[in-house]
Structures are given as C-alpha cells and as structure tokens.
C-alpha cells in the first residue's frame, strides 16, 4: 500500500512569491490534515478536511494560506505572499476516521520550504 | 486544553543500555497519548498509543510506555538501544472529541546512540 504522498520534498523560493505544495492521501482515508513543522519544534495543525469540506482552519493565516480538496482525494495548500518566517516542513497527513482517537494518522514525509 | 511536555530536548545513550523519553501532559479529560518518531527526511511514523485500556502499552521496535495518571506522564523506554532507534521522538496527545483527533504534539526529544 502506498504512503501519503507529497511533492515537492524541497522547495526554495524569494519572499513574496508565490508557493503551493501538494498531497496524495492513502486510498480511502477520508480525513486529511497539513501540518507545519518549524526547526526544532514539533508539527502544529494548519488545518483539517473531512472528505473535502475544511473542519477545522482555525490555525490556517488566512491572508496568506489557502488550502483546498475539491475532490476530496489530494489536497494543496498555497501560500501568496510567502514571507521568511514561512520557511518550515509542511507536512501531510491522512486517517480513517474522523475521530482518530487511534492517533492513526499516517504522514507524509513533507516539503521543507526555504523563503530566501 | 491539553498539552505536553517533553523533559529532554535531547538524550544521548550507548548502544545497549536503556533509553528513557520523559513526557508530561495536561488534560482536561481523559487523553489519548501517542509516541511518534521521526527519522530524517523521512515522515512521523507511529511507535505506540494509549487510549484507556492497558496502562502499559507495547510498540514497534521494542518500545513502550507506562500511563501513570497520578503522575500525568506517559514516559518511552526502551531495554537496550540500537544505533537505528537515533531519531526525533514526539509525545502527543490528542485533543478532545470535538476537535476531531487533533494532534498536539510536544517539542520533541533528540535521541543520539553512541556506538
């Protein structure tokens, strides 16, 4: 079975422009979720799909990020502009189920983004 | 609202000896716990998990956890460590039903194995 997909793994861009990132859940899981994970630090929800209706974006910037899953399979998330404090690992993860008290979220090995 | 606290940013151990990750969490309710690890340039992969059953939870690659709620931690051990257990672990605890299995993730602890 494959993983959570993502691309690109490395993405190094000039404040200001614009960056999307892209996510392939593993097949039939329903929640998808994108993480971001500064240097040192542990990954922190940006925001949470349930098929493709976002749940939970209370973390997201809204100014700058936007995110979408119109098919309720693969995901991107944007950032326009993108600043330097932006430059993080944006992770992707996916589940089963909504509740995912399992903690069975299955992640993606991310796209380390550098904002020069 | 939950938390977690993880003791150590980093612990350095020979290969061999024993290992322990400390965690310390805050919850209102009663929580689900989770160790994550992470390699390098490589995704979190799920070590093991405490949801109100066994208080002693066994994981993949000899790991486990005790759940001791009247000291609220939920400490990783591990008997003897190998040089491929080197990587970043994540103690976890998951929000309440309402927040829909949201993960919340401590600062992580550093593991070096010394050959």
């Known amino acids: 079975e494959a993983g959570v997909v993502q691309s690109p793994r490395y993405k190094i861009i000039e404040k200001k422009q614009p960056v999307a990132f892209w996510c392939n859940p593993i097949?039939?899981?329903?929640?998808l979720y994108w993480y971001r994970q500064n240097l040192g630090q542990g990954p922190e929800l940006l925001i949470r799909?349930?098929?493709?209706?976002?749940?939970?974006d209370s973390q997201l910037p809204k100014d700058r990020f936007s995110a979408e899953r119109l098919k309720g399979v693969d995901s991107t998330l944007k950032i326009q502009p993108a600043e330097l404090g932006d430059s993080a690992v944006y992770l992707c993860?996916?589940?089963?189920?909504?509740?995912?008290?399992?903690?069975?979220?299955?992640f993606g090995p991310g796209t380390r983004l550098t904002v020069t | 609202a939950q938390s977690v606290t993880q003791l150590d940013s980093h612990v350095s151990v020979s290969e061999g000896t024993p290992v322990l990750l400390r965690c310390n969490y805050s919850?209102?309710?009663?929580?689900?716990l989770f160790w994550y690890v992470q390699h390098p340039n490589k995704g979190l992969q799920l070590l093991l998990k405490y949801t109100s059953a066994a208080t002693l939870v066994k994981g993949i690659n000899g790991f486990e956890a005790e759940f001791k709620k009247s000291e609220t931690s939920f400490h990783l051990t591990k008997p003897s460590a190998h040089m491929s257990d080197a990587a970043e672990y994540f103690c976890v605890v998951s929000g309440v039903y309402n927040q829909g299995g949201k993960l919340i993730f401590g600062q992580g602890t550093e593991l070096s194995v010394k050959p």
């Open positions: 919850s209102s309710y009663s929580p689900s």
């Open positions: 097949s039939g899981h329903n929640t």
């Open positions: 799909y349930e098929n493709e209706e976002a749940v939970d």
């Open positions: 993860a996916s589940s089963f189920h909504r509740d995912s008290a399992g903690g069975e979220q299955y």
